[in-house]
């Protein structure tokens, strides 16, 4: 199994800048190694559906954003540590959601997926809230 904990989140003005982090462990991440998961940021505010944020290939060697967020967020992962982190700067009240870290199956060493479908894995989501 694979555990996903999120943290990081919450309330910053517009403008503002907040680092999500998210954890991973479980016995199928140590069987194959962290580097095997792409890993990905959702989100979904109210009233509205799940979107993809980012996503980031399990060797760290891609990444892709949601033209939303493009040029502002910033997604990492640290293999050694089991944990993927989301740079958010330059904040805006339309960025106010809960955000899921996710991560898929272990055969994304290079490549990553910005599709929910994709990923097996989910964690309970941290809210951000961005005030205007």
């Known amino acids: 199994q694979v555990q996903l904990v999120e943290s990081g989140g919450g309330l910053v003005q517009a403008g503002g800048s907040l680092r999500l982090s998210c954890a991973a462990s479980?016995?199928?991440?140590?069987?194959?190694?962290?580097?095997?998961?792409?890993m990905g940021w959702f989100r979904q505010a109210p009233g509205k559906e799940r979107e993809f944020v980012a996503a980031?290939?399990?060797?760290?060697?891609?990444?892709y954003y949601a033209d939303s967020v493009k040029g502002r967020f910033a997604i990492s992962r640290d293999n050694a540590k089991n944990t993927v982190s989301l740079q958010m700067n330059s904040l805006k009240p339309e960025d106010t959601a809960v955000y899921y870290c996710?991560?898929?199956?272990?055969?994304?060493?290079?490549?990553?997926?910005?599709?929910?479908?994709?990923?097996?894995?989910w964690g309970q989501g941290t809210q951000v809230t961005v005030s205007s």
């Open positions: 479980g016995r199928t991440f140590s069987r194959y190694g962290m580097s095997r998961y792409a």
């Open positions: 996710a991560a898929t199956g272990p055969y994304y060493t290079s490549s990553y997926s910005h599709r929910d479908h994709d990923y097996d894995y």
């Open positions: 980031i290939s399990g060797n760290a060697g891609s990444t």
